[in-house]
């Protein structure tokens, strides 16, 4: 079994080939394939650490690759597509997807985005204490495992790295600014992007998204992890 940094999975076939050729010149061992059946059969026989999945695929939709992944590795996927509407983006990143990248794109641009996604997800575990627990939040910083009143909850690996990172910054107020430096570790991140990784991470955890009471948006400066009483 062949280990690749990097599977491209994109039905244009020239735009796929190229990104791939680019990336390896900058020693990050890409594949291409061009369908989502041969995503499947190049995971079979092949590693790879991350991928650029495009949304529309000749033999099938990438929101539902990204579904059948999800339900068995938490790999980071980056979406790479043309469209451009907020409901695609939304959509991406509520089924699992760690990022998204609009066509057409700079291939420096997005090749910067792996090398950063890479490393963010390459690191070892975080330091500090190994679990949280509050009585009805659990989370285990070393096995990546998150439960809601004693049912195991599934997260992506850039969630989870926020949620903890937010946790271990305990009712201390953490700007965007440094969500964008500590967590995603990059500089092309936005605040559309945060606004749904928070939201997705409230749909999960909390009682009532609306009326959260472990993520507090403090307005105009970023969030606040509140331990409070949950049991």
Same mark, same amino acid.
Request: overall charge negative.
């Given at each position: 079994?062949?280990?690749?940094?990097?599977?491209?999975?994109?039905?244009?076939?020239?735009?796929?080939?190229?990104?791939?050729?680019?990336?390896?010149?900058?020693?990050?061992?890409?594949?291409?394939?061009? =369908?989502?059946? %041969?995503?499947?059969?190049? /995971?079979?026989?092949?590693?790879? !650490? +991350? $991928?650029?999945?495009? #949304?529309?695929? @000749?033999?099938?939709?990438?929101?539902?690759?990204?579904?059948?992944?999800?339900?068995?590795?938490?790999?980071?996927?980056?979406?790479?597509?043309?469209?451009?509407?907020?409901?695609?983006?939304?959509?991406?990143?509520?089924?699992?997807?760690?990022?998204?990248?609009?066509?057409?794109?700079?291939?420096?641009?997005?090749?910067?985005?792996?090398?950063?996604?890479?490393?963010?997800?390459?690191?070892?575990?975080?330091?500090?204490?190994?679990?949280?627990?509050?009585?009805?939040?659990?989370?285990?910083?070393?096995?990546?495992?998150? =439960?809601?009143? %004693?049912?195991?909850?599934? /997260?992506?690996?850039?969630?989870? !790295? +926020? $949620?903890?990172?937010? #946790?271990?910054? @305990?009712?201390?107020?953490?700007?965007?600014?440094?969500?964008?430096?500590?967590?995603?570790?990059?500089?092309?991140?936005?605040?559309?992007?945060?606004?749904?990784?928070?939201?997705?991470?409230?749909?999960?955890?909390?009682?009532?998204?609306?009326?959260?009471?472990?993520?507090?948006?403090?307005?105009?400066?970023?969030?606040?992890?509140?331990?409070?009483?949950?049991?």
């Amino acid at each position: 079994m062949v280990q690749y940094d990097c599977l491209v999975i994109d039905d244009e076939k020239l735009l796929a080939d190229s990104t791939a050729e680019y990336f390896n010149l900058f020693g990050v061992k890409t594949a291409a394939v061009y =369908s989502a059946s %041969g995503c499947r059969e190049f /995971l079979e026989h092949n590693t790879a !650490k +991350l $991928l650029l999945l495009d #949304i529309n695929l @000749e033999d099938g939709s990438g929101f539902e690759l990204c579904r059948e992944l999800r339900a068995k590795t938490e790999i980071p996927i980056l979406f790479i597509s043309a469209r451009t509407s907020d409901d695609d983006k939304i959509v991406a990143f509520h089924i699992g997807g760690d990022d998204y990248v609009q066509k057409p794109y700079s291939l420096n641009v997005l090749l910067a985005k792996v090398q950063v996604m890479l490393r963010r997800f390459g690191q070892g575990k975080d330091g500090g204490d190994e679990r949280y627990s509050d009585g009805r939040l659990t989370v285990d910083f070393q096995s990546k495992k998150v =439960s809601v009143e %004693g049912n195991e909850v599934r /997260l992506t690996a850039l969630e989870f !790295k +926020l $949620l903890s990172f937010l #946790i271990r910054n @305990e009712n201390k107020v953490v700007t965007k600014r440094e969500l964008f430096d500590e967590v995603w570790k990059n500089k092309f991140t936005g605040d559309g992007t945060l606004n749904v990784h928070i939201r997705r991470l409230r749909e999960v955890i909390e009682r009532n998204p609306g009326k959260p009471e472990y993520i507090i948006t403090v307005w105009g400066e970023g969030y606040r992890f509140c331990k409070g009483v949950h049991e």
